[in-house]
């Protein structure tokens, strides 16, 4: 059963964001890393780069597929982690917690209105 | 044609082993148990489990088999001795690619050819126009036994530990030897399944490029045999391995897979497969053609090349590229567990299949340097 935490919220697409003051970091669910498995391969945003909710703005790739990670909100992304660039494999191993992607200036705080509570991504998920 | 997908005898199995199943070549098979790299190092260091029951087995004998073999394929029959096997290719007469298969000299009348399972249907289509246009047909007796038989490859450093427990015993027909692993590279025997007794052919050959085995026998007999070698092999280290990590594993040793390096516009030269082709042997179809391909230079070059720039890894498809003209495209493509870096195999123009040579992939819409390597492109320490 995937781990699912209660202090995220969610997309729909797999994405998770962890909100602290106007700052979202935001990575991929423990169901969504454990589709793909091996992660081998991930391509972030540049810092600076505004985004809209729900563009895709990241890849990562398994040995068999590429997929588009989708920014959950919007806003202009200030910190990327640089961690999984060098070893995606931390994405499978903690993808709550060291596997995040990017982090960014929330440009509206409504966006967090439209995201899936925890009990929402389980049901979605067959939890 | 039946929407269905076919399943193997193995299918119960796969689901139990928690396979994510995946449609190839009409089946329904596992890509991976539990992923594809971790699957792929077992092979490699210990020993992986894979259901081939998806391939077909055609069996042709008579006095008239050799004959029509050494026309319908590109290798020389005539080198085979009872109990041998070679890997050779089906060509048109324009020297396409009709399959790339696996022939047996099971007794001296009687071979075994083992085919891809996306081409069954096409190569016993092929095979039986040929055979009806063939002199001596009434000399040759052709059986498409693939939905009667299944196989099971055992593959790795590992296998030669404890495959002689599951068979034991000396051999009967085939290759002579008293015990399995007595059986050399390429050679084939049938030995009893211990226990029930079951009688298999069992070939010192594989998919991987690591010492291994391919076990055929009747599809009532593979459940059992699938749960003594992995009864047998648990203890060393054997994990089921799925379609993914065959993928990775011949593409790290350049094997070529029909569909990619090889294909009805793709000829054997062009793959780099010439040392799999006989001239001297007499006529077989394709000869002229892929003789002019041989004397004056292919038209296209199968390259083995390794990413030099960090990047995504490189997939079937993507282009190849020398500055602003493209000069290819990649027909297999991955990341190398074994090597940690994206490689792979293209087709570019020949003056450009030279080692070390530099050509960019573009992947994705940005153009990646690689470097052309010499195959294979993994190779065990010694």
């Given at each position: 059963m995937s781990n699912v935490p209660a202090d995220l919220k969610y997309a729909s697409s797999h994405e998770w964001v962890r909100v602290s003051g106007d700052t979202a970091t935001v990575g991929i669910t423990d169901h969504a890393q454990a589709e793909l498995t091996d992660i081998v391969f991930v391509?972030?945003?540049?810092?600076?780069?505004?985004?809209?909710?729900?563009?895709?703005?990241?890849?990562?790739?398994?040995?068999?597929?590429?997929?588009?990670?989708?920014?959950?909100?919007?806003?202009?992304?200030t910190e990327v982690n640089q961690a999984i660039v060098d070893n995606p494999a931390l994405v499978n191993q903690s993808s709550f917690e060291e596997g995040w992607f990017f982090k960014l200036k929330l440009a509206n705080p409504g966006d967090l209105e439209k995201l899936l509570t925890p009990d929402a991504y389980k049901a979605q998920i067959g939890g | 044609m039946s929407a269905e997908l076919k399943r193997t005898p193995l299918f119960a199995t796969h689901q139990s082993l928690n396979g994510r199943l995946i449609e190839f070549g009409g089946w329904e098979m596992p890509v991976q148990y539990t992923s594809i790299m971790g699957e792929h190092q077992t092979v490699r260091s210990a020993a992986g489990l894979?259901?081939?029951?998806?391939?077909?087995?055609?069996?042709?004998?008579?006095?008239?088999?050799?004959?029509?073999?050494?026309?319908?394929?590109?290798?020389?029959?005539?080198?085979?001795?009872?109990?041998?096997?070679?890997?050779?290719?089906m060509c048109q007469e324009d020297g396409g690619t009709v399959d790339d298969l696996y022939l047996y000299r099971l007794t001296d009348k009687e071979y075994l050819l083992i085919i891809n399972a996306s081409r069954i249907e096409a190569d016993v289509a092929w095979m039986e126009t040929q055979l009806a246009a063939f002199p001596q047909r009434h000399l040759i007796t052709f059986e498409n036994r693939s939905d009667k038989y299944g196989a099971i490859a055992l593959q790795g450093p590992k296998a030669v530990e404890f495959i002689n427990e599951v068979f034991p015993g000396g051999s009967h027909a085939g290759t002579h030897v008293h015990r399995l692993t007595d059986l050399h590279k390429n050679q084939i025997a049938t030995f009893n399944l211990k226990g029930t007794g079951s009688l298999c052919w069992v070939a010192r050959t594989g998919?991987?490029?690591?010492?291994?085995?391919?076990?055929?026998?009747?599809?009532?007999?593979?459940?059992?045999?699938?749960?003594?070698?992995?009864?047998?092999?648990?203890?060393?280290?054997?994990k089921p391995a799925g379609l993914g990590a065959r993928d990775t594993l011949r593409t790290e040793v350049c094997y070529?897979?029909?569909?990619?390096?090889?294909?009805?516009?793709?000829?054997?030269?062009?793959?780099?497969?010439?040392?799999?082709?006989?001239?001297?042997?007499?006529?077989?179809?394709?000869?002229?053609?892929?003789?002019?391909?041989?004397?004056?230079?292919?038209?296209?070059?199968?390259?083995?090349?390794?990413?030099?720039?960090?990047?995504?890894?490189p997939r079937p498809g993507y282009t190849v590229w020398n500055g602003e003209t493209q000069v290819g495209q990649v027909v297999s493509g991955t990341l190398s567990p074994s090597l940690s870096a994206g490689i792979g195999l293209a087709y570019v123009k020949p003056e450009l299949a030279k080692k070390d040579t530099v050509i960019h992939i573009d992947i994705r819409g940005k153009k990646y340097a690689a470097q052309v390597v010499a195959k294979p492109i993994y190779r065990k320490a010694v």
């Amino acid at each position: 059963m995937s781990n699912v935490p209660a202090d995220l919220k969610y997309a729909s697409s797999h994405e998770w964001v962890r909100v602290s003051g106007d700052t979202a970091t935001v990575g991929i669910t423990d169901h969504a890393q454990a589709e793909l498995t091996d992660i081998v391969f991930v391509e972030l945003p540049a810092v600076g780069r505004k985004l809209a909710a729900s563009e895709a703005c990241a890849v990562v790739e398994s040995v068999k597929t590429a997929s588009d990670i989708y920014s959950p909100v919007s806003g202009e992304i200030t910190e990327v982690n640089q961690a999984i660039v060098d070893n995606p494999a931390l994405v499978n191993q903690s993808s709550f917690e060291e596997g995040w992607f990017f982090k960014l200036k929330l440009a509206n705080p409504g966006d967090l209105e439209k995201l899936l509570t925890p009990d929402a991504y389980k049901a979605q998920i067959g939890g | 044609m039946s929407a269905e997908l076919k399943r193997t005898p193995l299918f119960a199995t796969h689901q139990s082993l928690n396979g994510r199943l995946i449609e190839f070549g009409g089946w329904e098979m596992p890509v991976q148990y539990t992923s594809i790299m971790g699957e792929h190092q077992t092979v490699r260091s210990a020993a992986g489990l894979f259901d081939i029951c998806h391939m077909g087995e055609v069996f042709i004998s008579g006095a008239g088999a050799r004959d029509f073999l050494n026309w319908l394929l590109t290798n020389d029959v005539n080198k085979l001795v009872v109990g041998q096997g070679q890997y050779t290719q089906m060509c048109q007469e324009d020297g396409g690619t009709v399959d790339d298969l696996y022939l047996y000299r099971l007794t001296d009348k009687e071979y075994l050819l083992i085919i891809n399972a996306s081409r069954i249907e096409a190569d016993v289509a092929w095979m039986e126009t040929q055979l009806a246009a063939f002199p001596q047909r009434h000399l040759i007796t052709f059986e498409n036994r693939s939905d009667k038989y299944g196989a099971i490859a055992l593959q790795g450093p590992k296998a030669v530990e404890f495959i002689n427990e599951v068979f034991p015993g000396g051999s009967h027909a085939g290759t002579h030897v008293h015990r399995l692993t007595d059986l050399h590279k390429n050679q084939i025997a049938t030995f009893n399944l211990k226990g029930t007794g079951s009688l298999c052919w069992v070939a010192r050959t594989g998919y991987t490029g690591e010492d291994g085995f391919e076990i055929v026998t009747t599809a009532s007999n593979i459940l059992e045999v699938w749960d003594a070698l992995m009864e047998a092999g648990k203890a060393h280290g054997l994990k089921p391995a799925g379609l993914g990590a065959r993928d990775t594993l011949r593409t790290e040793v350049c094997y070529p897979l029909y569909g990619h390096e090889l294909d009805e516009k793709t000829s054997p030269i062009e793959a780099g497969l010439g040392f799999f082709v006989s001239f001297e042997k007499g006529p077989f179809i394709g000869h002229d053609s892929l003789l002019a391909q041989k004397t004056n230079g292919p038209q296209k070059r199968c390259v083995a090349f390794k990413m030099t720039d960090k990047c995504a890894p490189p997939r079937p498809g993507y282009t190849v590229w020398n500055g602003e003209t493209q000069v290819g495209q990649v027909v297999s493509g991955t990341l190398s567990p074994s090597l940690s870096a994206g490689i792979g195999l293209a087709y570019v123009k020949p003056e450009l299949a030279k080692k070390d040579t530099v050509i960019h992939i573009d992947i994705r819409g940005k153009k990646y340097a690689a470097q052309v390597v010499a195959k294979p492109i993994y190779r065990k320490a010694v």
